[in-house]
């Protein structure tokens, strides 16, 4: 179990957790339920033949910029707003979008923050005042990384709920959502073991939506299995060696490092 702190909880003592991975479905859904993040994604990905390749950008970014160098990551903001870029909308489509929106970004990045301490909550217990108040604003940099203005985040945990409930109360799950939901959390082209590991991942996203989200996306869950599981994390999880725990960060990082090095020689 985590040793007594005398200090805050960090960005960088949370965000390695493996378990937080847990919530990559219920972000994401949160994320397409908005209709300018929805219909861009949906324009501009391919859940159908590369499901997890939002996923592995989303923790490449995240992981870079709490771990890495300044400059690497500088260097993966600069890639990730490269991408944003051509997320835009054409004249007639039935819902403007562009991906370097403020508000969008922040919505996105209000998902992961939120996720992840509903996550990390479900098995450590609620967070004190003061690691709320930590956690949120080291959270900020997931937005203001890719130029959004640090004001334009919230500034404390009330700020927080109210600014989630008004963006919460706006969210339009559409077909085109529900579309790329199928195709993300029925992955029929992906590999063997991602297929194998859908059942849990389809508990544990409905289980982690609100009631009125999990209808619109039309998901079942099973309580009883959900209560299960979350019983077996909170026993199992915490007692983990840090080194498994941590190993998708180490990958993750090790992996960006790489290709840059690649990239340099190449250039």
Known sequence: ?????????????????????????????????????????????????????????????????????????????????????????QPGDPVPYDARDDQLQLWVAATLYDTAMRVRELVYGPLSESDAESLLADYSVIATALGVP???????????????????AALRVDDVARGVAVELLHPSTAPWWMRAAMPTVRLVTAGLLTPALRDAFGLDVDERRYARLVRFTRAVYPRLPRWIRHAPSRRYLAAFRKRAAFRKRAE
């Open 150 to 168: 640090r004001a334009v985040w919230p500034e404390n945990p009330a700020a927080f709920a109210r600014y989630w409930a008004d963006a919460e």
């Open 1 to 89: 179990m985590p040793a007594p702190r005398s200090s805050p909880l960090r960005i960088a003592d949370v965000s390695a957790e493996a378990l937080l991975l847990a919530g990559g479905g219920r972000a994401i859904l949160l994320q397409l339920a908005n209709p300018g993040v929805g219909h861009g994604v949906a324009a501009h990905s391919d859940f159908a033949n590369r499901p997890l390749d939002r996923l592995h950008g989303t923790l490449t970014y995240l992981y870079v910029l709490v771990y890495g160098t300044p400059a690497e990551a500088a260097r993966v903001a600069r890639e990730v707003g490269a991408a944003h870029a051509p997320v835009r909308s």
